[in-house]
């Protein structure tokens, strides 16, 4: 494969990805012991192994691509296997309605838990308040990576982009957006936060989230679950599925997900961006054409600007023909850093965070398939 402008050297690559390993190893490995420890091992080394190639040939997209779909899917593996461990069935029970605590459901309920926080503040029970801490640990994970979560450690995203993937060319071509629709995630993002609080209850979680479709119903009425399964089931194929399949575009995250306009808004605080280098963009338009989650606007790239809803994927980074499109530090543009810094700087926050994430599940999903084939 012909090296990109941003290859580095092999010996740089082999350190960073070593740096990466012992990174992750370090903090994920100390609570496991027999063979949990040794699939934790093995998936730092895999992780390793990915950014190793990402930093050597200078390319991103195939090997993010590969991490990013095993993390959704092993998250879906390993979320189906709880809930069988938890309840002896696939789907949630009338005695079990507690479903997991989503990223998706804190941009979405924002305000209720501002509420519930204000209501366990005054009444001493903020202490034993979860969501609280899910706060503080996006909150962390904001600051380092931003909107780049939904590229590098969002299951949503990863079956996005798995589906996305599965052809080589798009039958149908899509490339612009309709004004305005690129900010239909921020008005979802509005509607859902204010639904939310209306009803106290987390209507995202309730009206839109396919991933329900695999787990069950809070709703006791008959009418009102068929109603949600139909949202699910009608959500989920067409932008997690078909969509993606037709235009090799994100549909889900570049069009329905409030997570992805919460982040757009939020994830200024992060100090990485996606910069157009005026003097190299010969404005031949092929991140445009590859971006998968039309971060990119015609009238924006005349004056080299990129949304804030760009989720660092590196995919027009792989297309550019001049390199002049790169990650940069804030306030800084990337040619003004010492080469590559600012590149080096995200990947190994990117790779680390998204590993870190992955650990929770795929190693989990490595012993579960071991001891399947060892019987
Ligand atoms: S692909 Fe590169 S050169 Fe072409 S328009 Fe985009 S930034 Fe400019
Ligand atoms: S602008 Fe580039 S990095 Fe950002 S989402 Fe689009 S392709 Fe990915």
Redesign the pocket.
């Known amino acids: 494969m012909k090296l990109h402008q941003a290859a580095l050297p092999t010996r740089t690559s082999v350190v960073l990805a070593t740096v990466l390993f012992l990174a992750l190893v370090g903090l994920t490995a100390g609570a496991a012991n027999g063979e949990r420890l040794i699939a934790r091992i093995v998936w730092a080394g895999m992780i390793a192994v990915m950014a190793g190639r990402v930093f050597v040939t200078g390319r991103i997209s195939r090997w993010r691509s590969v991490f990013f779909i095993i993390l959704a899917w092993a998250f879906i593996v390993q979320f189906k296997a709880t809930l069988i461990g938890l309840t002896g069935s696939a789907f949630i029970t009338p005695d079990i309605q507690e479903v997991p605590y989503c990223h998706i459901a804190i941009a979405s309920s924002f305000l209720n838990h501002l509420y519930q926080q204000y209501l366990a503040f005054m009444s001493g029970a903020w202490r034993q308040w979860s969501p609280l801490t899910w706060g503080v640990v996006w909150l962390g994970v904001t600051l380092v990576l931003g909107q780049a979560w939904c ?1 590098w450690a969002c299951f949503y995203g990863g079956l996005d982009n798995g589906f996305a993937l599965l052809r080589r060319k798009p039958l149908v071509k899509w490339v612009w957006l309709p004004k305005g629709v690129r900010d239909l995630p921020a008005a979802i993002l509005i509607a859902m936060l204010l639904l939310s609080l209306v009803t106290l209850k987390p209507i995202f979680c309730l009206w839109v989230c396919p991933l329900k479709l695999g787990t069950g119903f809070l709703e006791p009425d008959q009418l009102t679950r068929k109603l949600q399964l139909l949202s699910f089931a009608t959500i989920g194929i067409v932008f997690l599925v078909v969509l993606p399949w037709l235009t090799k575009k994100r549909a889900f995250c570049g069009l329905i997900c409030p997570f992805g306009a919460w982040q757009a808004f939020v994830g200024r605080l992060n100090p990485y961006r ?1 910069q157009i280098q005026p003097d190299r963009c010969t404005q031949c338009q092929r ?1 445009i054409v ?7 606007e015609r009238e924006g790239l005349k004056q080299h600007r ?2 804030p ?9 792989d ?1 550019c023909p001049t390199d002049a ?1 790169g990650y940069s530090l804030v306030g800084k543009p990337f040619a003004s850093l010492p080469p590559k810094t600012a590149r080096i700087a995200f990947l190994l926050s990117a790779w680390l965070i998204g590993g870190a994430v992955s650990m929770w599940f795929v190693p989990e999903v490595m012993v579960k398939l071991w001891r399947w084939v060892a019987g």
């Open positions: 590229s996606v991140c590859v971006c998968p989650t039309f971060a990119i990129v949304l809803y760009c989720n660092r994927c590196g995919e027009c980074m297309a499109i």
